[in-house]
């Protein structure tokens, strides 16, 4: 715990004022290498220089302000870096595309010392290098206070492999990747064990056992998997998202872009036991964290009917749902059969 003074405490610091931001930049991108034959021109001139050749181009950013999305008392700066890629990463294949390139931006106060940014860069570096997406550029700058990390991705996609959140049709089945609700539990216990810390800083931290929901909230893990997937079996989504805010808010963004109603039942909601035995310590409902807790960066797609026989075997594509006509609204069909409407924020919902 408190891993950013035990950081400062232990380890050599280099005052990042020492090497001017210029020799930062050089410094951090002195071993960065391009792999994509797309990047003409990375880190160095004044932009990057891209070749996308024939195909669509996707872009999409994402912001991560200290104190707002991530908090410094028990995240690994490595794994900052490497949550920072994901996250943009899985907006890409979100759209069916395949991830080439990022560009970082940070804004960090003079509490950062040059051991911090280099071991947030490892993890940037590490994230790259794992889903083949080279390092073309990005801003450096001080801040007030805290640190900010804005990165930006580019993808390509051919035009008719693209997947919208609009183009769900009724009947359609919905299906989800992996498992959800584990980012927000690995967050209560993380909250948890920085508060007993505080109030006693010679207590360990107690996350035994708890590893698995611990790295969904630090160390999540774009579903490019899941998209080579459903190609290699030849299931085209028929609307795509991927879950950053929570399961419920997700499948509406689809339903009202597809001006679609639909029917989520509660008992397929794919839970691990982690994630249900460590919501119900907290008193929560797993369903709910499921629901509204959001950051598992699974992927939730429709497929058409025809489409079931080559996704009903697949272990880590569960069927959740159906798409109805708009009138019939969105609903979710409780365990008990009872139904309520979908809601974005879940937490009183149904009377929980
Ligand atoms: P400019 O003044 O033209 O904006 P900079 O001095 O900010 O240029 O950046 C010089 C080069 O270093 C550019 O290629 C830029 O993309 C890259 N760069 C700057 N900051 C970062 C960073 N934090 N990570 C990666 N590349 C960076
Ligand atoms: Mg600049």
Request: charge should be negative.
């Amino acid at each position: 715990m408190d891993y950013i003074k035990k950081m400062f405490d232990n380890k050599e610091k280099t005052e990042i004022e020492k090497l001017g931001e210029f020799g930062l930049i050089d410094y951090l991108t002195k071993e960065n290498t391009l792999k994509q034959k797309g990047s003409l021109k990375g880190v160095g001139d004044d932009a990057a220089v891209l070749d996308f050749t024939g195909k669509k181009v996707l872009v999409s950013t994402d912001m991560l302000l200290e104190g707002i999305h991530f908090d410094l008392a028990y995240t690994p700066l490595k794994h900052l870096g490497y949550k920072a890629i994901q996250v943009n990463l899985s907006d890409i294949y979100a759209m069916n595309g395949t991830p080439t390139q990022v560009t970082v931006s940070i804004g960090m106060s003079s509490k950062f010392p040059l051991e911090a940014i280099e071991e947030l860069y490892q993890g940037i570096y590490l994230a790259c290098e794992k889903y083949n997406v080279d390092l073309v550029g990005g801003d450096t700058t001080s801040s007030k206070q805290g640190l900010v990390i804005s990165v930006t991705v580019l993808g390509e996609a051919n035009e008719q492999d693209i997947v919208y959140r609009n183009g769900a049709e009724e009947g359609d089945l919905i299906c989800v990747s992996g498992d959800l609700g584990g980012a927000y539990t690995g967050l209560q216990l993380l909250e948890r064990e920085k508060l007993v810390y505080l109030e006693n800083p010679n207590i360990q931290p107690d996350l035994e056992g708890k590893d698995y929901i611990v790295e969904r909230q630090l160390k999540p893990e774009a579903r490019r998997d899941i998209v080579e997937l459903l190609k290699e079996i030849g299931v085209k989504p028929t609307a795509m998202i991927d879950i950053s805010d929570g399961l419920a808010s997700e499948l509406l963004h689809i339903c009202k872009q597809s001006n679609k109603g639909c029917n989520l039942y509660e008992d397929k909601i794919p839970l691990d036991p982690m994630t249900f035995e460590t919501a119900r310590e907290f008193n929560l409902d797993p369903t709910i964290c499921a629901l509204s807790g959001g950051e598992d960066y699974e992927l939730l797609f429709t497929v058409k009917q025809a489409d079931y026989d080559k996704i009903k075997f697949k272990l880590d594509i569960t069927i959740i749902g159906y798409i109805t006509e708009p009138a019939a609204g969105c609903n979710l069909v409780t365990k008990a059969g009872n139904v309520h409407a979908l809601k974005a924020q879940g937490w009183n919902a149904f009377g929980g």
